[in-house]
Structures are given as C-alpha cells and as structure tokens.
C-alpha cells in the first residue's frame, strides 16, 4: 500500500506558537505512523537556514522580509512573539503579492510531493487561497481560535474566506464551543467540523519531585500583551503584599502593550523574574517548580500551555472562556480555578469600567489558591490526570488520522 503523503500549510513561523507547535507535533506523529509529511511555512528571510538544519522534514519556504514580501510575516495575533505585521493592514500590493506568492509556492510544493491530502492551519486567508486553488484536493483545516478573531477585524478579507473556507472538506475544532462558532461564523455544516483539541508533549511535560513548601511560585507562559491579560495580572499581584510569592513570566512581545508590561513589572520588583521567550524543555523544567500557573486571557483557543500545566502538577487559575468548562469542569476546584469574565468590548478587550473588578476578582482567586498551595503543595486529582491523558500528542493524533482515513477513502 502506498504510504500517505500530507502536506502541511501554515502562513507563519512554526518555531515560536502555538499553531506552529501543533503543525510540528502532528508532523512528528505522522512519521511514527508511516506517513510521509511535507510542509508549506512563511518565515522571515534570515531564518531560512536554521528552519532547515532544524528539521529533517521537506519544506517550501514563502519568505517575507525580502522581495515580492518585503514587510514582516503577517501573524494571527496582532501581537505576535516576533516582528510581524497585521492582516488588517495587508491591502492593496501587499494583498496581492501575498496571494501571489503563496500560491506560486503551494504548487510547486504540490507538483514535488504530490499529496493525497491537504492539512492547513487557520480557517483564514492561507486556507481560502489553498481550497480555492486545490479544488479537488481532500482539504482538512484547524481552527486555533485566533482565525475566527481575525475574521471579526478584517471586514476587507471575510467575504473571500468564507466564500472558500465553506468548501473545505473537514474542519478541526479545538472544543464544542468552538464548533458551534464555526458553524456560526461561516455558515457550515454540523457535519464537516470534528472536534479534535490540541495536545501537549508527554515526554518532558512530566511531574518533578515535590515542590517547595517555602514561599509559592506562580507562573505565566505566552506573549506580553493586554489580550492575554498579563497588565490585569500584574496589577492583581500589586494587592497581594503580605503572602510569599514569586511571579514567573515566560514569554515575549513587542510594541506599547509589551512596553506596559515590563513597566508594570518595576512595580513588582524582584518578586518577578522575567524569563523573556524560553524553549519548551526550559518552560517543562520551570513548570515543575512552580505551584501555580495563570492564564487571565479575554480570547484563546485550547491554550496547550494548560494541559502541559496540569501534566507537570501545576495548579490552574484561568479565565472562563469558552470550551474551558467543558474540558477542565470535572476537576477539583482547589486544582483549576475558572474566573468569570464581564462582557467585552471587543472580542479580546474588556470595557474600561469593568477593569477594576476584573484585577479584583483574579486577586482573589490568586489568594484562594496561594493558601491552597501552602497547605498542600502538591496536588492530587485523579480529574486533572485523566485530562491530561487524553490531550497527548500521541491521543490528539489518533483523533486526527480518523479524520485523514476518512478524506483519502474511496
């Protein structure tokens, strides 16, 4: 029988997130299993060369910061962990080159590996010009959650995703929620989104010894900015002054929402460490010292820093956004604490008035737990294990080689 050939798409750098973890995972998952894997990636220019020595699967680049792409790669998030520009600035020539360039590299990848499968990341623009130009392609996309914002903020590109994205053959969900706002946003079937979720590395997200019983250690892993939340958890730690603990932030960003971080971080001292972007064997190391990890975002898709979390024996405090009841609902509360959000302003931003009770309310969320942890630092929930369980890389991707078997069926 003939092995399967995947050809794997995604429109950023698939080093430094969490789409670009996901792709590599499921790479890696796919070549255990005798499928032969071949990927599509748009990275700056200068990082050509250590993407290929870091990785023995073939690759064709689109590469911006150079001519006909001179402006940085365009993220999904308007704040990305490297230099980047925003879809709801990429108009005019840029647009045009953008496609342009793309679908010159897609078919000569298309004419090299001659996939019996398509699967691109975001239900956004890449996956539009790829249906439309693969029509008869078997086509399976994931939803990482950041794709239905950007559909929101750029009225100038929704028409042509949903026009195309309505023709993929199989959606990705990340939960229950999240399928039900695909079906809403682009108008598609029940029956052609499988929910699926991400998954986290099993190998080095592990617990460690005992934790400390001296002082609690908190932990933040993403990128610095006002959507994830990071300026509300800083100012809520301000209010904690007479319990012993220590923040961890590990991560990056750029512009004024970063600049606002590191600022109020000052206010904090040397009860922060500022770690900057660490690798995932560093952040799984960290991971299983830290008692507590916090995740105060207003928009995300199934963050997998949160099963990584659980896996390594942290304590959760998070947001409530949706899918999260769903999945971490049945564990003990003195494990993941879910903290309700007001309505928002934007679909990542909260109204001015409700910030103050937003800081007050993860503060004290962040008391509860801290008294937790110091009269049991460790924890012990069978839930949060068995969570854990089902989200390895190695149980999201039987999930997913259904969903393949099921396109490259006769």
Request: hydrophobic residues 40%.
């Amino acid at each position: 029988m003939t092995a399967l050939r995947i050809l794997h798409v995604l429109g950023q750098r698939p080093e430094m997130t969490g789409s670009g973890i996901y792709l590599e995972a499921l790479i890696g998952e796919s070549r255990k299993h005798g499928i032969s894997c071949f990927r599509v990636v748009g990275i700056p220019a200068g990082s050509l060369e250590p993407l290929a020595a870091g990785s023995s699967v073939d690759t064709e680049s689109v590469l911006f910061d150079s001519v006909p792409l001179d402006f940085p790669v365009v993220g999904m998030s308007d704040v990305m962990p490297y230099r980047s520009s925003l879809f709801s600035e990429l108009k005019g020539r840029r647009l045009t080159a953008y496609k342009a360039e793309f679908i010159r590299v897609l078919e000569a990848a298309v004419n090299r590996f001659h996939p019996h499968l398509l699967h691109t990341n975001h239900l956004f623009l890449l996956s539009a010009l790829a249906r439309k130009r693969f029509p008869n392609l078997p086509m399976v996309t994931t939803c990482h959650g950041t794709d239905l914002r950007q559909v929101e903020l750029c009225p100038h590109l929704r028409s042509f995703v949903r026009r195309y994205c309505r023709r993929i053959d199989k959606i990705i969900a990340l939960s229950a929620d999240q399928k039900a706002d695909i079906q809403q946003v682009y108008d598609v079937s029940e029956k052609s989104i499988a929910v699926i979720g991400g998954g986290y590395d099993d190998t080095i997200f592990t617990r460690g010894p005992q934790r400390s019983t001296e002082g609690v250690e908190l932990l933040y892993a993403g990128k610095l900015n006002r959507s994830k939340g990071v300026p509300w958890l800083l100012r809520s730690l301000m209010k904690i002054t007479d319990l012993d603990w220590h923040l961890h932030l590990a991560g990056s960003g750029s512009g004024p929402e970063y600049d606002e971080c590191i600022e109020l971080t000052r206010h904090l001292g040397d009860r922060v460490s500022l770690h900057g972007y660490i690798s995932h064997r560093c952040l799984a190391d960290l991971m299983k010292r830290v008692h507590i990890q916090i995740l105060p975002s207003f928009f995300e898709g199934l963050p997998l820093v949160l099963f990584e979390g659980l896996a390594s024996g942290c304590r959760v405090i998070a947001t409530e956004l949706p899918g999260f009841r769903e999945i971490f609902g049945k564990t003990r509360r003195d494990t993941v604490r879910l903290v309700p959000l007001p309505p928002l302003e934007t679909i990542d931003r909260p109204y001015q008035k409700d910030e103050p009770g937003l800081v007050e309310v993860l503060s004290n969320s962040l008391v509860d737990m801290i008294a937790t942890v110091n009269r049991f630092p460790d924890v012990d929930d069978p839930q949060a294990e068995a969570i854990a369980a089902d989200y390895t890389w190695s149980r999201v991707f039987e999930r997913t080689f259904s969903v393949y078997k099921e396109m490259v069926s006769p």
